[in-house]
């Protein structure tokens, strides 16, 4: 026999996907309209996650931040635009993005850029500082952060012969 499907069964699923990780609001509700819950019965839930501590904006925006900058050596650039995806507005996100700590973003991107140059150094003798550039870009860091970490880095093009 089928057990009935009520706002308890999606509450209780959605208790264990935000208990498994850090989850947006917008992540949250994507759930709920995959596992078809009545469109009646969804605000309930959200609301009940969020009085149970289950669902929690400011907690999930700290945790993904600093997660990816950590794990991931994400820049500002990137993490802010993810976060925008997952449904934070701007204003509260790019204020996120602001709070990480300078040192530890700055050091992230110094060992990345330290790695990556080395690993490409090995590739070729005569390489371009764009390929590093365009890599650090594309992790989300700002050109001008780049720069100024590889001239501390002393990182030059190599002449070409």
């Known amino acids: ?3 009935p499907i009520d706002e308890l069964f999606f509450l209780n699923k959605l208790c264990r996907f935000c208990a498994y990780q850090e989850r947006s609001e917008k992540e949250v509700r994507n759930k709920l309209k995959l596992l078809e819950c009545p469109i009646d019965w969804q605000e309930d839930v959200v609301n009940a996650l969020k009085a149970n501590g289950f669902l929690n904006e400011e907690r999930f925006i700290k945790a993904f931040a600093a997660g990816k900058q950590n794990m991931k050596s994400w ?3 990137k993490i802010l635009f993810k ?3 997952k449904g934070i507005s701007r204003t509260i996100a ?3 993005v602001q709070d990480l700590q300078q040192d530890d973003y700055l050091n992230t991107l110094k060992t990345l850029m330290v790695k ?3 690993q490409l150094e090995r590739q070729r003798k005569d390489l371009p ?7 650090v870009l594309g992790k989300g860091y700002s050109y001008e952060d780049i720069l100024i970490t590889m001239n501390k880095l002393g990182i030059k093009e190599k002449p070409s012969h």
Do not use: C, D, T, V
Not at 129 to 135: A, C, G, H, V, Y
């Open 1 to 3: 026999m089928k057990k």
């Open 75 to 77: 820049g500002k650039q």
């Open 83 to 85: 976060l925008l995806e």
């Open 94 to 96: 790019e204020n996120a």
């Open 116 to 118: 990556k140059w080395q």
């Open 129 to 135: 500082k764009s390929r590093l550039i365009r890599f």
